[in-house]
């Protein structure tokens, strides 16, 4: 072979690809190594001993994640295309943010992949979302109606129990008391349910509707939701 021959052009190119993958693997795993270290120091419940010995670890990690970039940096320029070079800082950024589209070098056929592409990513991942969010709606729905009709309920229920016993004067006084508690936290819930009943943009049922009023056994009045509601939890109790 000489240097002109296409068989020896084609080994040469091999050669220096296949250093600079191997410099890129060995980052790569240096690089996930520091990370599960640098997670498992700040882990909660971990001793000082073991923190003494992940720290060193580090410590050495950090001495061989700047040898191989050194590597990397050597072989960078000289690929085709050219490489990026890096620093000691910019590879750190990578491990705490868990970024490695450096690493994406390692294997040059992942390159021709329409998903290295940060446009197509992101792009995916928008369409995702919003698929998502349209499911998410569907079910916000059904647990708004859910919500509406549950503090409904929970008032009635105590209101009710408080006008059937009015023989028992003390035990309706603190009903009363329980029930003006709970009567303030539902109206917070429902303001909230106003606003987004309010919203343009809302496909869920409308909220029930008030109609006339029932009559209870001592006179006093309640609306139909209400009523209705009462007969259920005399069922249900």
């Known amino acids: 072979w000489t240097p002109e021959c296409p068989e020896y052009m084609t080994a040469l190119k091999y050669f220096h690809e296949r250093r600079f993958v191997r410099v890129v693997e060995e980052l790569e795993g240096l690089v996930v190594q520091c990370l599960f270290e640098l997670s498992k120091a700040n882990l909660a419940g971990t001793g000082y001993k073991m923190h003494k010995y992940i720290s060193k670890a ?11 970039l050194e590597k990397y940096n050597a072989l960078a320029p000289i690929q085709h295309p050219p490489r990026p070079v890096l620093d000691y800082s910019e590879v750190v950024g990578y491990v ?22 940060p446009e197509n990513r992101d792009m995916a991942t928008k369409y995702f979302k919003v698929t998502r969010a349209h499911e998410e709606i569907l079910r916000l729905n059904v647990e708004i109606r859910r919500l509406a009709l549950w503090i409904d309920h929970d008032d009635n229920k105590i ?49 029930p509707q008030a109609s006339d009023p029932i009559e209870l056994e001592d006179g006093s009045c309640l609306d139909s939701t209400l009523g209705m509601l009462m007969m259920m939890t005399t069922k249900i109790w």
């Open 58 to 68: 580090i410590t050495r990690r950090s001495a061989a994640i700047r040898s191989a």
């Open 96 to 117: 705490s943010l868990g970024e490695f589209s450096l690493l994406k070098y390692s294997c040059y056929d992942v390159l021709t992949k329409p998903w290295t592409v």
């Open 159 to 207: 209101h009710s129990a408080i006008i059937l016993m009015t023989k028992d004067p003390l035990l309706a006084a603190e009903l009363k008391d329980v029930y003006a508690k709970h009567h303030r936290t539902n109206n917070i819930h429902r303001q909230c349910l106003h606003k987004i009943y309010q919203l343009p943009c809302f496909t869920g049922e409308p909220p």
